[in-house]
């Protein structure tokens, strides 16, 4: 039942917003180090994401990845671990609530607790140029949890095994050796890459749209620490009309991994864990 408004309904209603974490006293990236280490970088590592599935790669701490468009316009889904210790994992709530909904350059992936550190950093984003859009959308989001089979036979009562939750289990399963149930468990929240999304202006529903990327678009990230990461093409291909099937078309996603010049870092040392002291009050 909808209840008649109050008579100060438009005063509540025309309080001024205030921030929830502002993010002043956040410890700025230094792009300009890291972009300079980037430029003499090699390359020491290459995986390509077959269309519908996942792979896991290895990033060093001090090291580089970049994600790239190579065939078609294709979304992907990133997940990320600590590589020695898997229950530290990227944070895509926390990462939301203190750089808004969609990365993008100088922007970092947050680790989960009691850690709360940044495991990466955006240093380019050929899509930095899309901005938002009318509808409100914008591209790199951390507001989608992943498409996967669970919701997919709560609203349809499908048994499709290609979502990106299914194929992030499947590639840490493989990397891992380990089982389907052992593995599903790291699988969390992700960053959706080249993705564009928003909330719906009336209902406040998650919409995805027509991803502006292209081959040759690429998001590039220099690793805080010793990363493990796994990477799902998304069976939506572009996002433009559905997910979870295999209706849509796909194209394979690329990972490559770049180590720079010994030297070239200096002064940068990989962060801290946080420094709260976990007694919670007691």
């Given amino acids: 039942m909808t209840r008649n408004p109050p ?11 205030v921030i929830c974490y502002p993010t002043e006293t956040l410890p700025a990236p230094d792009l300009d180090l890291y972009r300079a280490a980037r430029e003499g970088a090699h390359e020491t590592a290459s995986v390509t994401v077959p269309p519908r599935e996942a792979r896991c ?3 060093p701490a001090g090291s580089f990845f970049r994600i790239t468009s190579v065939e078609g316009p294709q979304v992907g889904d990133l997940n ?17 609530a203190l750089h ?3 990365l993008t350059t100088g922007r970092r992936m947050w680790s989960s607790f009691p850690h709360l550190r940044p495991m990466a950093t955006i240093i380019e984003d ?5 901005g938002r859009d009318a509808f409100g959308g914008s591209v790199h989001d951390v507001i989608g949890t992943r498409c996967d089979p669970y919701t997919g036979n709560l609203l349809s009562g499908s048994q499709y095994h290609h979502c990106c939750h299914s194929n992030l289990t499947r590639a840490l399963a493989g990397h891992l050796g380990a089982s389907i149930r052992e593995a599903e468990p790291h699988v969390h929240d992700v960053l959706n890459v080249f993705m564009c999304t928003g909330f719906t202006r009336d209902t406040g ?8 990327v292209r081959p040759g678009d690429f998001l590039e990230f220099f690793a805080e620490i010793d990363l493990l990461g796994a990477l799902s093409a998304c069976p939506g291909g572009d996002c433009s009309a559905e997910h ?3 209706t849509a078309v796909c194209y394979p996603l690329l990972v490559d991994v770049f180590t720079p010049r010994i030297g070239a870092l200096a002064g940068w040392r990989s962060p801290d864990r946080n420094g ?4 919670h009050g007691l």
């Fill in 7 to 17: 008579a100060d309904a438009d005063l509540r209603r025309a309080i001024d917003p």
């Fill in 205 to 212: 529903q998650y919409f995805m749209k027509a991803s502006p």
């Fill in 80 to 96: 990320l671990w600590n590589a020695t210790d898997l229950s530290e994992r990227f944070y895509s709530g926390k990462t939301r």
């Fill in 126 to 130: 050929s899509l930095d140029w899309y």
């Fill in 57 to 59: 790669f290895s990033v």
């Fill in 100 to 102: 808004g909904t969609h």
């Fill in 276 to 279: 709260y002291d976990g007694s």
């Fill in 244 to 246: 979870s099937s295999d």
